[in-house]
């Protein structure tokens, strides 16, 4: 089955720096990557996800690339806030219907420092 | 439109004990997932429903472990008996028929504990 893992599983950046998240996926066949960002008590919230026949994903501040030969993603925060600070999960998902699961990696604690 | 609900946000239960958890989708979402988060970990699927038929039970611990969706809509989770393992936060989210456009929503969970 399929294997997520993330790194680093915490990360400290000043504020306004950029913050890089990594993740690498085992199964070849997956074909959609969603990031979540959980806030403390709060359930995971999408915040950008990429497809696997694009490379390359932009969202304001937040960008997401894939490596579909190299099996590996990443979320790139630029000029980050405090706001940013939480947790963030990579997933992976082979297939194109709902019946098809998400798997999550273990998570990024994300600190900004004032 | 609402989001994902559940309830309780928080319950306390002594080992061997029972507890269930409720969850509404949002209207419409035709797959509902529970999912089980343990402490510094990322959710872990226990089981997926497909409107009221379960279409992934596979890490489900069934031999304490219950879920059942009743005319497709809410669902619940049971946990009898109650191990110290056990403790974690349960996540309920759903998805509709463009799931991979629009991906999952999370609820904002139920936290176990038990003592």
């Known amino acids: 089955g399929e294997n997520v893992e993330q790194h680093p599983s915490t990360l400290s950046v000043q504020e306004g720096d950029s913050a890089v998240i990594k993740c690498t996926y085992s199964d070849s066949a997956s074909n959609y990557f969603p990031w979540y960002k959980q806030e403390l008590g709060k359930g995971p919230q999408l915040i950008i996800d990429i497809r696997s026949n694009v490379g390359e994903k932009k969202d304001q501040r937040i960008a997401v690339t894939l490596n579909k030969t190299a099996k590996h993603f990443s979320l790139h925060i630029t000029e980050t806030q405090p706001e940013d600070s939480a947790v963030y999960f990579c997933a992976a998902r082979a297939g194109y219907s709902s019946a098809s699961k998400i798997i999550f990696g273990s998570g990024t604690r994300l600190s900004i420092r004032p | 439109e609402a989001g994902v609900a559940q309830s309780p946000r928080y319950k306390i239960i002594e080992k061997r004990q029972s507890v269930a958890f409720w969850c509404n989708p949002i209207?419409?979402?035709?797959?509902l997932y529970w999912y089980q988060q343990i402490l510094g970990q990322g959710p872990k699927l226990l089981i997926q429903f497909q409107n009221n038929g379960v279409v992934d039970d596979s890490q489900l611990p069934k031999d304490r472990f219950s879920a059942e969706r009743l005319k497709g809509v809410d669902s619940t989770l049971k946990i009898q008996p109650a191990k110290l393992e056990d403790s974690a936060v349960y996540l309920c989210?759903?998805?509709?028929?463009?799931?991979?456009?629009?991906?999952?929503?999370f609820g904002s969970g139920t936290r176990l504990t038990v003592v």
């Open positions: 209207s419409g979402h035709a797959t």
């Open positions: 989210a759903s998805s509709g028929p463009l799931a991979v456009v629009d991906g999952y929503t």
